[in-house]
C-alpha cells in the first residue's frame, strides 16, 4: 500500500514512517511500499515451520473434526501439506511458481496454479479449510482476500486461519526503534524488502482480528507461536542479510532467546465463518 492511503482494518488515513513505510494511528496496522512478488521460499525457517504446522495440524483434529479439506494457500515446497497429510487431512495446495507446485505434484500432492485470490484453477471450488501459512502478508489487497477466502471456504463450517508475523513482537518492536533512530536494515530486512517476496502488510492480533470481524467472521481462538529456533537461525539470516549484520542478529537471538519467546514475532489466529456456533460445540481451547 502506498503512502497516502486508507488502512484496510479501520479505514482511517495512514501516516508516511519513513523509507515507505506508513502507520493507521487508531488500529496500528503497518503497511510498505514494496511490490508483490510470488518470491522463492525462505531459507532456514524449515525447523520451526514444522513444529508450528504440527501444532495447528493437531489443533484442527482436535477442535474441527468435522474439517478436512485444507487449501493451502502459497505452499511453496509443501512443507504444510506433507504434515496436514500426515494428520489424515485432505490438504490441497496453491502455488504461483511453477517449479515449486511441481516440486509437490512429484510427491502426490493437488497443487492448483495461481495466486489468490482469482486463480483460475480455483473455478468455484470449496474447502473446510484455508491456511495462509507466512503468506496473508504478502498479498496486496487483504479486503480482495478475505472476499476470496469466502467465496472458497464451506459456507456453513469454513475456517481461515492465518499464521504471520505480528508488529507487537520484540524483534519487530526493536528494529522499529532502529529505523527510527535512522538504522535502517534490520527493519528492511524483518519486512524482506529486498527479497522478491517482501511483506506489504504488518499486522497484529488485534487488528487482524478486527479485519476478519468486520468481514463476518468470528475468531476462534489466537495464540503466539515462535518465531525461530535455533536450528536454521543462521542460515535464515544469511540468506539475506550482510555477514556483518547477520553475526550480530545471530549473536542478540541467541543470547535473548528467551526473551523473544516470551514476546514472540509470530502468531496464529483461526476465525470460523459468519457467526457460527460450532465454536462452542467443539469445545477446546478459547479466544483469546
Ligand atoms: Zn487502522
Redesign the pocket.
Known sequence: MAEGKF??????A?HPIKWGYAV??????MSSNAEADSGAPVEGVEAVRKKNFTTICAFIKQNFPHCNTVLDVGCSKGLFLDIARVAGLTPTGLEPDAKLAEHCRAKGFDVLDGFFPGADALSSKRYDIIIFNDSFEHIPDPQRVIKGVTEHLHPEHGIVIINLPTSEGLMFQSALLLMKLGIRAPFDRIWQKSSSSPHLHGFNKH?LRMLLEKNGFTQRYSSPFPFYTVKGLWRRLTCQTSFALSLVSWTALILLYPLFRLKSDCFVSYFLIGNSVQGQQTGGARCE
Open positions: 488502512c484496510p482494518v479501520c479505514g482511517r495512514m493507521c494511528n487508531n488500529c496500528k496496522y487488528n
